[in-house]
């Protein structure tokens, strides 16, 4: 009995499992993680209970409704960069497991620090510009890249196999994929022709096409990528997470109150 994996199932098998892994950390670490950071901020800085932030929520505030929206649309919206970003680059990512996840920390920061951390976000100056909210914010960014890891060797574990594109898992897989890269797709474009995200879609973009070359490498038979890809796709993460930081930098220096 052949039990070699039909290359075209892993593939699609792979980005099932970073699309899973993102709606899981996604609504977990996104979704209930931001309620706690937002509780928190209010513990840190108690003038700032009952104000409004910008989005109209009441800081300190704790409602069924406030928190389900939270969860429910942030944690959507995370889930699907998330994603995207973890079937990009993962396979340039050295290490296993959780060791991955603690290698794409400062990775996590540098491209996705910038959705909650803004100059012109008036909750800082409500938040008195206080360092270790900006601290519990980055931290939360920061504890995706770990989580995504674990999410998605569990699921690694856990999914089975597809013996053939007719097979069950291979038809779910299919589906899965196609919706997961479509969605992928439109979130790269509206980073590249936007301007706050612009190295982080560049990057993904980059990446993203070095990750296809890996997939036709697969196909072909390859057990690992050739070493002229591996390095070209950690390069690319090399400077996309320099850029990101570059970026990063004037919107931490005004959410401290420091321009």
Not at 182 to 196: C, D, E, H, M, P
Request: hydrophobic fraction near 60%; avoid cysteine.
């Amino acid at each position: 009995m052949n039990r070699t994996p039909w290359p075209g199932g892993e593939i699609l098998r792979d980005i099932t499992r970073g699309g899973l892994a993102g709606l899981v950390v996604g609504i977990v670490v996104a979704g209930f993680g931001g309620r706690l950071a937002m509780r928190l901020a209010a513990l840190v800085v108690p003038s700032a209970s009952g104000a409004f932030t910008e989005n109209g929520n009441r800081i300190g505030e704790v409602t069924v409704a406030g928190s389900a929206a939270l969860i429910i649309f942030a944690g959507l919206a995370a889930a699907v960069f998330l994603a995207a970003v973890w079937v990009a680059i993962s396979p340039w990512l050295p290490g296993r497991g959780v060791v991955r996840g603690l290698v794409a920390m400062p990775i996590a920061v540098a491209f996705g620090a910038t959705a909650l951390i803004n100059a012109d976000n008036l909750d800082f100056v409500v938040l008195r510009h206080d360092p270790v909210v900006v601290a519990i914010l980055l931290a939360l960014v920061a504890a995706m890249a770990p989580a995504m890891a674990v999410a998605d060797g569990w699921f690694d574990r856990r999914l089975p196999h597809a013996a053939s594109v007719a097979s069950p898992a291979g038809i779910v897989y299919a589906v899965l994929s196609a919706i997961g890269l479509a969605l992928g797709s439109l979130l790269v474009f509206q980073s590249i022709v936007g301007r706050q995200a612009q190295s982080v879609g560049i990057t993904m973009l980059a990446a993203g096409l070095l990750t296809f070359g890996w997939w036709v490498q697969r196909l072909g038979g390859a057990a690992a990528p050739t070493r002229g890809l591996r390095i070209a796709g950690r390069t690319i993460l090399v400077i996309g997470t320099g850029l990101g930081y570059a970026n990063l930098a004037p919107e931490l220096a005004g959410a401290l109150g420091l321009a």
